[in-house]
């Protein structure tokens, strides 16, 4: 092409058009009646037909978009086509509802992966991943986006396992769910690893499982799910289409309700098998060796003796996890203060880390500060009791209501206030020697060189007549606490007040109970709620 003249080449572009053109009104399109002819075999022509659906041809007549009006039709007949339904559009099949989870699957699970190895994952990445998990929700297991919208923490962090099922309730239509187990660890990955990082310390998320890179509710799971096929350039359709679609496979073709995506393991592509087992054995080599802050790494030995091949394949990757570890530990050390490249240099001595330590000039660099009990976000957070990063989580009929977090706290941070009046500790126990109802919501400290207590037994409180604070929720434990209280008086519009700041006393990962020790012993290691 580059020897001729710019005449020929404009004559040989407008005939590639033209061949182009006639190749998509003929080669794009096929007629169901004729493949009966040419395939008799049945078993051939559907899974031609299916090959054809999933690479988006036009299928005339197809079997799938005309009701099974008689019954007398033998298996793999023509199909009749009336004059009546030649103009009436056709409407979509359940499996072109769900070609977008099909087609954006392998995507997905390379962003799940990189997620779940603590690899750098893009904000538009982590917002498709958000996409899969409302189209999910919404294709596979239909369910009105209105619904997916209003899914809250809880409704999560309150589901069960049975036989090999995760049962979900749904608040908002007051419906539970059997999610499959693949499904189950896409929502727990897009839980830990992406909702966590949506969080705003000022925002607040309204207790909702699906948020925007803003931190706020996430307002129209429709358009998220018209971006989702849009990014891979699929037709979109209505929630109501969807249900549509799967009453219609259900009562002709599917005598299995079990969601689409249980045989999809019978279609992948060439090439997934061995990554999803790499995975899979990885999680056994993790379980078997904890990458931890201070854990010492696998021998070749001890891989040979646990069954474990002795490449380093999986010895890097540890590696990788032991040191986002180390640096988490090495942040959480400078909650106050920016630290420097000799003080973190020092503690990295102190530590005994003599391999795979962080480069100190890269935990100088990643240091973020910490709010203090000064900043005025503090004093309205108190104002309001609308504390996020908690939430509220049954753990049975014995045990009751405890409060669990929902983001990662790290050391030294402040996670909430115990709202409560504070009195002497000689007052305290004057009222649990003259009561024995609601003992829990006394707790008892030691701030200003004196013996204090916080009563938060009066709800709902004079300054919060419609709210629950959070902080009371939280249960006794006095070996397991993981939060302190720390006594100040903070200058508020109307005065000073003497506030309980509850701080972590050391990292608190997603969904770990929030515990506190309450001063005295108990009866019952859990808070009354």
Same mark, same amino acid.
Do not use: C, Y
């Given at each position: 092409m580059k020897n001729k003249t710019n005449e020929e080449r404009k004559a040989e572009l407008d005939r590639a058009k033209k061949s182009m053109k006639a190749w998509t009104l003929r080669g794009r399109t096929w007629d169901y009646n004729v493949m009966v002819k040419r395939y008799p075999d049945e078993a051939t022509r559907r899974a031609l037909l299916e090959d054809l659906r999933e690479r988006?041809?036009?299928? #005339?007549?197809? &079997?799938?978009? +005309?009701p099974a009006e008689s019954s007398d039709s033998p298996p793999g007949a023509a199909v009749k086509t009336h004059n009546k339904n030649r103009c009436r559009p056709a409407l979509p099949t359940l499996q072109d509802c769900q070609r977008v989870l099909r087609v954006s699957h392998d995507d997905i699970l390379d962003i799940q992966r990189r997620l779940l190895d603590q690899q750098h994952v893009e904000d538009d990445e982590n917002t498709l991943f958000r996409y899969f998990c409302q189209a999910i929700l919404v294709l596979r297991y #239909?369910?009105? &986006?209105?619904? +997916?919208?209003?899914?809250?923490?809880?409704?999560?962090?309150?589901?069960?396992?049975?036989?090999?099922?995760?049962?979900?309730?749904i608040t908002k239509n007051r419906e539970t769910i059997s999610l499959t187990e693949e499904d189950s660890a896409m929502l727990d990955t897009y839980f830990h690893k992406v909702r966590s990082g949506c969080l705003q310390g000022r925002v607040d998320d309204q207790a909702r499982f699906f948020l925007s890179k803003q931190g706020k509710p996430v307002g129209c799971v429709s358009n998220d799910l018209k971006r989702l096929h849009e990014q891979y350039e699929l037709p979109s359709f209505s929630s109501r289409e969807v249900c549509e679609a799967q009453r219609f496979s259900t009562s002709t073709c599917s005598p299995s309700h079990e969601p689409a995506n249980n045989k999809r393991g019978q279609k992948r592509k060439r090439g997934r098998g061995p990554a999803d087992q790499h995975d899979k054995d990885f999680g056994a080599f993790y379980q078997r060796f904890p990458a931890t802050a201070s854990s010492s790494p696998p021998t070749k030995k001890k891989l040979i003796a646990a069954g474990f091949p002795p490449d380093r394949v999986f010895y890097d990757r540890w590696r990788s996890m032991q040191l986002a570890q180390r640096e988490k530990h090495l942040l959480s050390q400078f909650a106050r203060e920016p630290p420097t490249v000799s003080r973190v240099s020092l503690l990295i001595t102190k530590e005994g880390w003599t391999s795979n330590c962080p480069r100190p000039e890269d935990v100088v660099a990643k240091w973020k500060p910490v709010l203090t009990e000064t900043d005025p976000w503090i004093l309205a957070m108190i104002d309001s009791q609308k504390w996020v990063g908690m939430a509220l989580k049954h753990f049975g009929c014995t045990n009751g209501q405890g409060v669990v977090a929902i983001q990662r706290f790290a050391m030294g941070s402040i996670v909430c206030d115990y709202h409560g009046k504070v009195i002497t500790a000689a007052e305290g126990r004057k009222i649990?020697?003259?009561t024995q109802d609601d003992t829990g919501k006394l707790l008892f400290f030691r701030g200003g060189g004196r013996d204090l207590c916080a009563d938060a037994r009066t709800f709902p409180c004079e300054c919060h007549p419609t709210g629950d604070p959070m902080g009371r929720r939280i249960s006794h434990s006095s070996d397991g606490a993981n939060l302190r209280p720390v006594h100040y008086r903070l200058n508020f519009p109307g005065g000073l007040r003497d506030v309980i700041i509850l701080r972590a006393t050391r990292d608190i990962e997603v969904c770990e109970e929030l515990l506190l020790n309450y001063g005295l012993r108990r009866t019952s290691s859990r808070v009354p709620g």
């Open positions: 988006n041809f036009l299928i #005339f007549n197809d &079997p799938m978009d +005309v #239909f369910q009105r &986006p209105d619904a +997916v919208m209003a899914l809250t923490v809880s409704d999560w962090l309150n589901k069960k396992h049975v036989e090999g099922r995760i049962h979900m309730g649990m020697e003259s």
